[in-house]
């Protein structure tokens, strides 16, 4: 019986705790918890310590994200194609036809008259032709019926022309369409003071051109007749 109370003695005075040390204290229930869970403990302290305290996303992937430098940051059409558009400076800037390819030069087949306005360059026609298409021919190369502006003139281009003798007179780019008295030239100016000859204009019925003798004088003319003709030009 003594050894029994002996072995009965020695096991009510084990003390696991003495021989594994303080697990719960230092390691489940850590100091000062207020008798918190072994699990929640667990969490807090191993949990945390785990390598996952400083997680893969501490430095996430995003942060330099890929898109930090965009590839919008400056974007391809910054400076867009069209910034100096193809037609900025466009092609017909100078029109092809600024000189056009069949322009001729002016007063071609003209000469200068002695006593007439050198300014002036003349072509003579020596056939009877209706005023209304002298006019035309004389516009189809870039002149006009001859206006003689001065007595002297009237002469000059009277002597190059050379009219024959049986109609003695060549057309000049003067006429009274309205029969109004108004006399205007083919360039659409009033002629003023007209130097026609004694008793001219007789106004008979038609008589709406200008014709101009070797004298330099006017005479009013049919819108049928015909005569020898000069074109005037100015280069």
Partial sequence: MRYLALIVLASCAFDPRAATGTLDAATIDGPGD?????????????VDAAPDAQVIDAQVIDAQVIDAQVIDAQP??????DARPIDAQPI????????????QPRCVGYQAVTGAPATSRY??????????SAAADCR???GYLVI???TGEATAVYSFVNPNGSSPFYWA????????GIWTTVENQTFANPPFAPGQPNARMGEIYV???????????????????ACECIP
């Fill in 92 to 103: 017909d800037a100078q029109p092809i036809d600024a000189q056009p390819i069949d322009a």
């Fill in 34 to 46: 207020g008798g918190a869970t072994p699990d929640a403990d667990l969490d807090a302290a191993a």
């Fill in 148 to 150: 003689p502006e001065t």
């Fill in 211 to 229: 014709l101009v003798s070797s004298s330099g004088q006017f005479y009013d003319w049919f819108d049928n007749g015909t005569q020898e003709y």
């Fill in 173 to 180: 780019g003067i006429s009274d369409p309205q029969r109004d």
């Fill in 123 to 132: 072509r003579r026609v020596n056939t009877l032709t209706l005023w209304t």
């Fill in 76 to 81: 391809i059409d910054a400076q867009p194609i």
């Fill in 140 to 142: 189809s190369d870039g």
